[in-house]
């Protein structure tokens, strides 16, 4: 199988299901944007192999993968997204992981070691796509797991820093 097809070489594409629809458009945009944020994901993982929560990133990718086919699929129930469950496990990691950390007693800035880095470009490029699923009216359950996710990404990031021995970037005025 040939990994071409020159189907979108009039600057369209396929939807599961068949319809075309223009590369820009919003629903393209937001499931191209999580499938950005997968791959950053996968760069950080690869950064830090050995990470302690490089088996959590590994399912939270298979979740994006989730909804990035529900997002392409629209009106279908072939690809129902995540459950309300992995929300829920989201949490629990998250405050697992706040429970090794120092207070923050400032904002920080994105930064520190290179695997923290590449979390926090992650953190961000998730609230991207959370702001464009939002704009489709999406599931709410899609909503809440992206908006949980960039705080998982936020305190992996932290994390990354501890674990690397370099300390958060604290945020000055000048």
């Not at 760069?43 to 993968?65: E, H």
């Amino acid at each position: 199988m040939k990994i071409y097809t020159r189907g979108g070489d009039s600057g369209e594409t396929s939807l599961f299901g068949g319809d075309r629809v223009a590369k820009n458009d919003p629903r393209i945009e937001a499931y191209g944007t999580v499938d950005e944020l997968n791959s950053f994901i996968g760069l950080a993982r690869a950064t830090w192999a050995s990470s302690p929560i490089d088996v959590q990133l590994g399912a939270i990718q298979a979740d994006l993968f989730e909804i990035g086919a529900q997002l392409a699929a629209p009106g279908s129930d072939r690809f129902p997204g995540v459950n309300r469950r992995r929300t829920d496990e989201l949490e629990q990691a998250i405050d697992s992981i706040q429970s090794e950390l120092p207070a923050l007693t400032s904002f920080i800035l994105p930064g520190g070691s290179l695997a923290a880095a590449q979390l926090h470009v992650a953190r961000t490029v998730c609230r991207r796509a959370e702001r464009l699923v939002v704009s489709l009216g999406e599931s709410k359950t899609t909503i809440a797991y992206l908006n949980r996710l960039s705080d998982y990404l936020f305190v992996a990031a932290r994390l990354a820093n501890l674990r690397h021995g370099t300390n958060d970037v604290p945020w000055t005025r000048r």
